[in-house]
């Protein structure tokens, strides 16, 4: 194994989802992530090392079918790029060519590392809950006045500070770590944590997570207070528990899950103020919230079926901004908070309908990574991630022959962790 590439690797999967650094300091149009500013020497790396690589028929069929849907796919957005309508704000190529520079980079990375990404994912997994933890402690920190944030930093470091949700009583905070929304850093969470679940079926120690690690990631999401987020983590432990059925230590396992729930759940309810919080959160805010995204996607519906050409190719790729302005006046980062709802009005439904293939496609052929398909679809009603390189990488690796035969070298259910 090249330790060298497993470090890389991991490095990758730590700063993909990553977004409120900005290296350029608010001097360029858009936001300059430590991921996007490294992905290019990531990219001349792993291209270096395949000039020599020798091509066979059977291996180019081999990715042909892996990745047909989603390349076909790509062909779409660029020909609804190509025919856009309206896009005032001249934002289509531009997120065209970012869509198209996560898709490639996602695909050259997982086959380019699918020997080494089973050991990188436990080391990723680790580093970024330590790193959000840390996160989350300094944004507390920040909000209770302990620490004061330098002009110098917020140039560099936006949206540091947690969100918040204000009731009757008290205000609901909402950690994010270093992720600028907190719906996406659960769900990023949700998904590395996934990863690292399905990679621990192997038999060497090294490559499984420990229970404490699933907890703590666990209570990180928790921390976001994300519906999404939280919901995609019970569906996680839901396939865990389908899979470990029949192995004794998963008893344990639930019982100290059980145990950590308790303990939370005394904590909160110990706390008037804190309890009329969530439930103002969980059971008032959830009606607002979703008829809001429930409007954007019966908005999204109507303007898919309103003529011919957006059925075909959609409006263009990246102009949601535009046809969301009612509910999102003045704002070039609003969309439809749907993925499905994205994919139909920008690029036709037979963009959408190859996206959801592809991620369906592993999970009917029995995919070590498979079962996070329904992770993606449940997180895809409400948000969107065509944005985030996470997002393209975990879906790749899902659709890998490579990783898949890796991972199904010597496959055996997990029986403890390092």
């Known amino acids: 194994m090249n330790s060298r590439q497993t470090i890389l690797a991991a490095v990758v999967l730590v700063l993909a989802p990553i977004d409120v650094i900005d290296l350029s300091g608010g001097s360029t149009s858009f936001r300059i992530t430590p991921f996007l500013a490294l992905s290019p020497l990531v990219v001349a790396y792993l291209v270096s090392g395949a000039i020599n690589d020798k091509f066979t028929l059977r291996s180019v069929r081999t990715f042909g079918g892996d990745h047909a849907l989603i390349l076909v796919c790509a062909v779409l957005i660029c020909l609804s790029t190509a025919l856009v309508g309206l896009d005032p704000a001249g934002l289509s190529l531009k997120r065209t060519v970012l869509f198209l520079w996560l898709l490639m980079f996602a695909i050259l990375f997982v086959e380019r590392t699918s020997h080494s990404i089973s050991e990188a994912i436990i080391v990723a997994v680790k ?12 944004q507390y920190l920040i909000l209770a006045g302990a620490v004061q944030v330098s002009p110098v930093i917020e140039r560099y470091l936006t949206d540091i500070t947690p969100g918040k949700v204000y009731g009757s009583v008290t205000e609901l905070i909402r950690f994010r770590g270093l992720v600028g929304d907190p719906n996406r850093s659960a769900v990023g969470l949700v998904l590395l944590l996934s990863l690292a679940y399905f990679v621990g079926n192997q038999p060497n120690s090294r490559k499984r997570l420990s229970l404490r690690w699933f907890v703590a990631g666990g209570a990180l999401v928790v921390a976001t207070v994300s519906r999404t987020g939280i919901a995609s983590l019970l569906i996680l432990g839901a396939i865990a528990l389908l899979r470990e059925r029949k192995t004794r ?19 909160v309810l110990t706390s008037q103020e804190l309890t009329i919080a969530f439930s103002e959160f969980f059971l008032r805010t ?16 109507e303007l898919f079926l309103g003529d011919v050409k957006t059925v075909l190719i959609g409006k263009g790729w990246g102009t949601a901004y535009h046809y969301t302005e009612s509910f999102f006046p003045s704002n070039e980062h609003a969309n439809f908070h749907s993925a499905y709802a994205t994919f139909a009005v920008q690029a036709g439904f037979g963009a ?18 498979g079962s996070i398909a329904w992770i993606v679809l449940w997180a895809n009603i409400f948000y969107q991630y065509n944005a ?7 879906l790749v690796a899902m659709n890998s022959t490579h990783v898949r035969s890796y991972v199904q070298k010597s496959v055996q259910s997990p029986r403890g962790g390092a």
Request: charged share 5%; net charge positive.
């Open 127 to 138: 580093a970024y809950i330590v790193i959000s933890l840390v996160a989350m402690l300094v």
């Open 249 to 267: 230590t998963w008893y344990a396992y639930v019982a100290v899950a059980g145990l950590a729930c308790l303990v939370m759940a005394t904590v």
């Open 286 to 301: 959830q009606s607002s919230s979703t008829s809001a995204h429930l409007s954007l996607l019966s908005h999204g519906l």
């Open 352 to 369: 959408l309908l190859l996206y959801n293939l592809y991620i369906l496609r592993p999970l009917v052929k029995r995919h070590p990574f």
């Open 388 to 394: 985030e390189a996470l997002h393209w990488i975990v």
